[in-house]
């Protein structure tokens, strides 16, 4: 007689291990994982099928003591929710910076002309990048994840040097666009290009370090760029911006060398065989990771593009950078800053249910397990909406009172974008729960929507009206982006049991 296959004997071997089969059936699957085919059953064990042999071994099976289950962790909200907080970190260190100099890493107290040249070169890097590292981080994660830490290292390099010649190759194109239709005079030109050059490499670099969940570094590599900034601005008296370029790449050499040096370590540690791609095959399944994060930030920025090319009399450029607008939008950022931590908490909180909740439902009654998980993601949202409404109203009542916003026209942007971050806040998760789900095309109708509907609603109000309804555009968007994405989770959850396993997550 043949030695039994492991799924019959690992039990011995490797108690901890072992799991009641839940059904013949469910043993004829562990049967063949283990290479019974209908022929190795009839010719090896003497049964007609793979199944056969699995409705005899299944009594005996069901007999065998099991392991007992090692109790899920305890999820730690609180500390969840400060380390997600900890991805806008570097935001919050530029914000207190410019409080205290009145100049970041990039933005100050600049001439408007110059001013619309750092935005355009900012906004482009954000929007050209986003998509790059979204499929970085996710093609990365997918390999570091499955103990293939050289082949993950090599492609998180490999993407890196795409989104290099990305950027290079944009800004010849934006050079030739420039020459034909004279969007800004030479020096604002390449004042914008260098911008987009350091900063696009910025992103790709702390990407790295975002991907590897090394978010202090990230913030030590905007505090080396301040600090770059600083020194040669205050104490060295060069031009800003031109101290803000030699800062941001400051900051990338720092970030990139770290991140280098721990893929490398993982790369040292791990044995992998590398493996080459085709780029073609590359892009075709990296293109919802692609196409999000270009609409992502299209969706961030199109209000502030929408009200820099609002009609003026006295503009000598097609482009002109509204400081009344950007303040109160950087006030209202600081609710999205504070909220920015739910979003983690909750993911992991909803997927730590997931894996304490399943065991507990039968497999023939998936609906009591699906039901009881929507149930969890409607106590959460709940949760979450009326403590952004407190905290963007305490916000919003500070900036009034500490006289940080003029009344008027800024107290009213400010309100409106603070109204928005809620439901991008909220979008955010759905798309991060989507995304770990193995669903990244779920999510485009709705961010595809959210950008059109942004754009379209904000173009025509400032022609109609004025440039500060341009905001509006952006409630509109941000509010498409959250219920859009939440009435897409919504349906998927009411088959959780089946995307979860197929996901593999």
Known sequence: ??????????WLDEPESWRTPLDPRDLAVRLETDGVTESVAKAEYGYNSTYEM??????????????????????????EHLKGTGFTMPLAVCCIVMLFFGFSLWGGDLEADV?????????????VTGGIVQAMAWQG?????????????????????????????????????????AFLPGPLLFLAIGFYLALGSLWLATGILYMLDEHLLVTASIAV????????????????????????FGATAFAAFAGYRRLKRRYDEEAGRIRNRMLTRTLFFASPYLSYGFLYYLLLS?????????????????????????????????GFILSAGWVHASTHLFFAEVRRHLPLCATDSPSAFNSHMGQ???????????VALLVNLVIWFVARGTGV????????????????????????????VLFSLALPSAVLPAAGAAVLLDITSGYVLTRVLTHEYAVVGFLVGATIFGLGTTITLSRRIERLDYYYFASGA
């Open 1 to 10: 007689m043949p030695k039994y296959p492991n799924c019959l004997t690992i």
């Open 225 to 248: 760029g301040i600090a770059i900034v600083i020194v040669f601005h205050l104490g060295f008296t060069w031009p800003l911006t031109h101290s803000q370029i030699a800062g941001v």
């Open 405 to 432: 916003l003029p009344s008027g026209g800024s107290l009213w942007i400010a309100g409106i974008a603070l109204c928005a971050y809620p439901f991008l806040t909220l979008g955010l998760w759905n798309v991060s």
């Open 376 to 386: 969890f993601y409607l106590i959460r949202l709940l949760y979450f909406l009326p």
């Open 302 to 334: 199109g209000d502030c593009i929408i009200a820099w090319t609002a009609p003026t009399e006295t503009a000598s450029m097609p482009l002109v950078f509204r400081g009344d607008y950007e303040l109160p939008l950087d006030i209202a950022l600081l």
């Open 141 to 181: 994660m997918f390999y570091l994840g499955s103990a293939d830490s050289r082949m993950g290292a090599v492609t998180v390099l490999r993407w890196c040097g795409y989104g290099v010649a990305t950027l290079v190759g944009s800004s010849a194109v934006g050079l030739l666009l420039n020459w034909q239709f």
């Open 54 to 79: 699995a409705s005899h071994w299944y009594p005996k099976m069901r007999e065998l003591p099991e392991a007992p289950r090692k109790p899920e962790a305890a999820a730690r909200p609180i500390f």
């Open 115 to 127: 001013a619309a040249a750092v935005a355009v070169g900012t906004i482009t890097s954000f929007i």
